[in-house]
């Protein structure tokens, strides 16, 4: 009996141990993690600001894509003069380009004479017939309209790619200046078979003005349906003017199309190359990036060559398979050609290897360039400036917001983000250095020591229990007196 309550006790000892030892691990798990400060950064930049304004907008400066920790920007913070953090949000950087195409019309004078209906004809439209010199003719059906003062079909050149399915914008006149101030409107019709035809414009202003040495000159027709105007070969211009005031004949006609596009800024990412072999090289960036796309490019001129391209997200994965492709440095008549840049489709590459199919590339390895796209810095002008532009920290979670979230829709610029007032980067400052990029926050370091502890315990607990059934095995085995 006093064995049996021997035994009890102990186990009330250990279990009492045990208790003891995970109730002191309580406010350990229950730790929180502290707000981050300046100091908890690798680097960073004062920010300069032009005026006071509830919305800054910032492009990242290109270092900071290459000593922040994350490759999703997420140890990026800005502070006020308080040391507190603001809100901010993450913006791809959208820059909007406008390309003109200009292309030449042949001109062809055209003569007029008008029929009236006839008095049994159900149509009492008039009809207008326009004839070239080389015998082109075209019938127009006009209700009420006067004889038009000139009248030119332009025709596009034959000679231009057919396949190019793109539609005018405008179309561009050129005459002799003359000494005598005039206006006109002109209507202007397309057609790809000289039957039917479409207005494309109606009533549009056409002026040549001076005034001493300044002149007023109105020579373009703007198109009101682009679309419609696809593969249009023929257009006729009739011009309506005062037949009081000569109109100089039109010698030259330009179909103008305008394209706006919209692409995401980039920066350029060099690697650092090791040469294998002439047919091997490997490729390394500092840290994991989101490519956009990748360039390999010959270092020899006239060089074509097929390769294997592998690459890892970090250094100690495996290589994957990328592509194969040809890449080439080309210096021929046309100029400087080499091979068009890999799409990459923001896939996370920190190694890339390249290896020749056939040949090889001689002394000097491939030129190999990524980009990743552009980052702005949306940020809430809260508190005080100057403000601090802070990165690289293992320790940072993820904090940026939507830019719906941070901008409400009625405090949106007209042209959108790029209205916002700008935010500029000064010279890069050592804020708590380069351990920062790998420091653990005081809730990791909480969560390691835990587990060493409950590991510790386990352990522990695993030999009580052994100690204990050693002990009643021992006191059982005992002749009783």
């Excluded at 000892?13 to 030892?21: E, I, N, S």
């Excluded at 010199?133 to 034959?158: F, I, S």
């Excluded at 090889?360 to 532009?389: C, H, I, M, S």
């Amino acid at each position: 009996m006093m064995s049996l309550i021997k035994i009890k006790k102990s186990t009330f000892t250990l279990r009492a141990a045990l208790c003891g030892l995970c109730i002191s691990m309580l406010p350990l798990a229950q730790a929180d993690e502290t707000e981050l400060t300046p100091k908890d950064f690798y680097k960073g930049a004062e920010l300069e600001v032009s005026a006071p304004s509830p919305f800054y907008r910032l492009t990242l400066p290109e270092e900071v894509y290459l000593e922040t920790v994350y490759p999703d920007l997420r140890d990026v913070r800005v502070f006020n003069s308080s040391g507190q953090t603001v809100t901010f949000a993450l913006s791809a950087v959208d820059s909007d380009t406008t390309e003109q195409q200009n292309i030449p019309l042949r001109i062809f004078p055209m003569q007029v004479s008008v029929s009236k209906p006839e008095e049994n004809q159900r149509d009492d439209r008039e009809t207008f017939t326009f004839k070239s010199a080389g015998g082109v003719e075209v019938k127009l059906y006009q209700d009420g309209e006067r004889k038009p003062q000139a009248t030119y079909l332009l025709e596009l050149n034959q000679d231009k790619d057919k396949s190019d399915d793109v539609g005018f914008n405008q179309v561009m006149l050129d005459w002799a200046q003359s000494n005598a101030n005039w206006q006109a409107k002109v209507t202007l019709y397309s057609s790809s078979d000289l039957k039917d035809w479409r207005k494309q414009a109606d009533n549009a202003p056409l002026m040549d003005l001076t005034s001493g040495t300044d002149r007023l000159l109105l020579n373009n027709i703007d198109i009101d349906d682009n679309y419609s105007s696809r593969r249009a070969r023929y257009w006729l211009l009739v011009v309506n003017g005062d037949e009081k005031i000569a109109i100089p004949a039109i010698s030259k006609a330009q179909g103008v199309v305008i394209s706006r596009r919209t692409a995401v800024e980039t920066i350029e990412l060099a690697f650092k190359s090791e040469t294998v072999s002439k047919t091997e090289a490997i490729y390394q960036l500092q840290r994991p990036q989101p490519l956009s796309s990748l360039s390999i490019v010959p270092d020899q001129s006239n060089t074509v060559l097929p390769v294997n391209i592998e690459y890892r997200s970090t250094e100690e994965d495996k290589w994957r398979p990328l592509s194969t492709a040809v890449v080439y440095q080309i210096h021929g008549d046309t100029g400087y050609r080499t091979s068009e840049p890999l799409a990459m489709n923001r896939l996370l590459v920190q190694g890339i290897r390249v290896k020749a199919v056939s040949g090889n590339w001689g002394d000097t390895v491939p030129k190999v360039v990524a980009q990743r796209e552009r980052v702005d810095v949306l940020f809430n002008g809260q508190g005080n400036p100057p403000y601090l532009l802070a990165w690289g920290a293992n320790q940072a979670p993820k904090a940026t917001i939507g830019v719906n979230q941070l901008i409400p829709a009625s405090e949106m610029q007209p042209n959108g983000l790029q209205g916002l007032p700008q935010a500029y980067a000064g010279s890069t400052m050592v804020l708590g250095g380069e351990e920062r990029l790998t420091a653990t926050s005081s809730v990791e370091r909480a969560q390691q020591w835990q587990t060493w502890l409950l590991w510790g315990l386990l352990i522990v607990g695993v030999v009580g229990l052994a100690l204990v059934v050693l002990r009643l095995a021992r006191e059982l085995m005992e002749p009783k007196k």
